[in-house]
């Protein structure tokens, strides 16, 4: 595995004191030395295991409880097919 710091200006690389006059991010950029192939595999094996999880998961019941709100600093609007009866 090697790494290289650059800059990263409309999708070009840039190596350091290679960079242009106004460089947009600073990056690093790590080369993993592994054939294409493993990674295309360990990325399917990873998706099919999400989907395994989605379908496992989808039939929980969710709680507000599960969801803790943040500070918004203003009150929640809550949307409830209740209050829209009347």
Do not use: C
């Not at 960079?19 to 993993?32: E, F, Q």
């Not at 507000?64 to 009347?86: Q, V, Y």
């Amino acid at each position: 595995m090697q790494a290289y710091e650059g800059y990263l200006e409309n999708g070009t690389f840039f190596p350091i004191g290679k960079a242009p006059p106004m460089p947009r991010m600073k990056v690093r950029l790590t080369v993993v030395e592994e054939p294409a192939k493993k990674v295309i595999e360990s990325r399917e094996a990873m998706w099919e295991e999400f989907k395994e999880l989605l379908e496992q998961s989808s039939h929980e019941e969710l709680r507000m409880e599960d969801f803790p709100r943040m500070d918004l600093g203003r009150e929640l609007i809550i949307f409830d097919d209740d209050d829209m009866e009347g």
